[in-house]
């Protein structure tokens, strides 16, 4: 993603906390570079739906610096486009793993 602003390298920590697998578990992501910093907590559940399984995402962030000044107006969208990336490539992975597995005699 590159917000001409906010572009440049990032380091952090995404930590899962209160795992009950199959059902839950909570992310707890910190990050900092040069533009600024990000905290944020995420709540992720997983129900059944339809013959599949639903996620919902829940979660609060905090920034601050020049991310939260340049960036505030555009987080939303991004935040929306990042998720959105994340769950089609979770998807074709688990897609991938389930033709392997269907092949295994």
């Not at 952090?12 to 992310?27: A, F, H, K, Q």
């Not at 639903?54 to 962030?61: P, R, Y």
């Amino acid at each position: 993603m590159n917000i001409a602003a906010v572009t440049g390298r990032y380091e952090g920590t995404i930590e899962m906390i209160d795992l009950e697998p199959p059902r839950s578990y909570r992310l707890i992501v910190e990050g900092r570079g040069k533009a600024g910093f990000i905290n944020g907590t995420g709540a992720i559940t997983l129900t059944a739906h339809e013959g599949g399984t639903q996620a919902t995402v829940d979660g609060t962030v905090q920034v601050g610096g020049t991310i939260a000044r340049v960036g505030q107006r555009l987080l939303g969208g991004v935040s929306k486009m990042m998720m959105d990336r994340f769950f089609t490539c979770l998807q074709k992975r688990l897609a991938q793993n389930q033709v392997c597995l269907d092949n295994v005699t």
